[in-house]
């Protein structure tokens, strides 16, 4: 995993090295005079939008790679696949604790890692609840300690979606005051002359806006899919030392069953006393 990350960082700066490179090189032969006679996609839509483009180039490539990230890291098979929680639960049925703690320690799962952390807090002399709270302490403590880890790339996507908008303002402005600059020297609005400065104050605001587009909603949908894995790992470890607990008291359940209830379906049932003689 840790090389799949490097991969992609490796090749996302060096992706945003070569569009700065491009967009450097696009400015100082615009500056220079070169004349250009037809202008490419690339130019129209990031170049001309100057250096300001260079943080937000590095920003978008950030946001798609935080997206991927947390796409592939945010899954059921990472956090509580179906077949350990069957093999726990079960495992749980027969009372088998240490084997279940064995088991989840095997795992690299959240779920795995979970249990690991949470049965050993089991009481077996309290065969009531199996001293439950103790249990739901190790798992709040477990989930608070966790919880930054699984969402530091996907806050980082949020901060991506906040940033790039003010950048985008900045370019705005940074392309108004060059507006002005020209209006103030020239002291006649040419459209040739003002053509560079707004590009830049709209391309900027364009890309801030697209990136904050992409990014915000992406990370809502992250935080919820987070917050639903944690959630139905937490209630698998519930489920788990319910399914103890019951066994463990079966019998002193069915022995608090009232006298006289009449089961649905069960024959041979005789009716109280007063009911025959009325």
Do not use: H
Request: with cysteine.
């Amino acid at each position: 995993m840790k090389n799949m990350i490097s991969r992609f960082a490796v090749r996302a700066f060096t992706f945003g090295m070569l569009a700065a490179a491009a967009i450097s090189t696009s400015a100082w032969a615009q500056e220079e005079g070169a004349k250009v006679t037809k202008k490419t996609m690339l130019d129209q839509w990031v170049i001309d939008g100057g250096w300001t483009m260079i943080p937000l180039v590095l920003l978008l490539g950030l946001t798609i790679f935080l997206i991927v990230y947390c796409y592939q890291q945010l899954k059921d098979e990472k956090f509580c696949p179906e077949a350990l929680r069957v093999q726990l639960i079960g495992l749980m049925g027969e009372c088998r604790v240490q084997s279940a703690i064995k088991l989840a320690t095997e795992s690299p799962t959240y779920l795995g890692r979970l249990v690991a952390y949470a049965l050993p807090n089991i009481d077996a002399n309290r065969t009531e609840d199996l001293g439950k709270d103790s249990i739901e302490d190790a798992i709040a403590d477990f989930t608070a300690n966790e919880r930054p880890q699984n969402m530091k790339y996907v806050d980082i996507l949020a901060l991506a979606g906040s940033i790039a908008p003010s950048i985008g303002l900045f370019g705005t402005v940074q392309g108004m005051i060059m507006a002005f600059g020209v209006l103030a020297t020239t002291g006649q609005a040419d459209p040739s002359d003002l053509a560079g400065s707004i590009s830049i104050a709209l391309l900027t605001t364009f890309w801030g806006l697209i990136i904050s587009i992409i990014a915000i909603p992406a990370f809502f949908l992250f935080k919820k899919k987070a917050q639903a894995l944690e959630a139905s790992c937490i209630n698998a470890v519930e489920e788990m030392v319910n399914t103890s607990i019951n066994v463990i008291n079966a019998e002193a359940q069915l022995a608090r069953i009232p006298e006289g209830l009449d089961v649905e379906g069960e024959e041979g049932v005789e009716a109280p006393a007063e009911e025959v003689q009325a």
